[in-house]
């Protein structure tokens, strides 16, 4: 409740072992786009040279999920294709809920 009312959007990512943990607590949805593609930038495989493909999925948030996918293409012009925008499925979704973005690309090794 309290992080709802202070506009707190948490930063997730997935571990080596499929568990969810929180990375970082950002303000602001505008902000969380932003280093949602500032991660991408850090952790993709070539940086901004990328060349992979790039997909979205969202949960009733497709402008947010338009306006990352816009990032991302703006900062890897290399990229293979457009983003593709995607729905979130019930399984994810039931534990994340209604809101929640998912950036996917090939990244660096996770240990």
Known sequence: ???????ICPLLNMDAQGRLTARAKVRTK???IKEIVNRMVEHAVDGVDYTGKCYISQSACLEDAKAVAALVEANFPKLNGKVEINHIGTTIGSHTGPGTLALF???EKRE
Not at 1 to 7: H, I, N, P, V
């Open 1 to 7: 409740m309290f992080g709802k009312l202070l506009s």
């Open 30 to 32: 505008h902000k969380v």
């Open 105 to 107: 690309f090939w990244g």
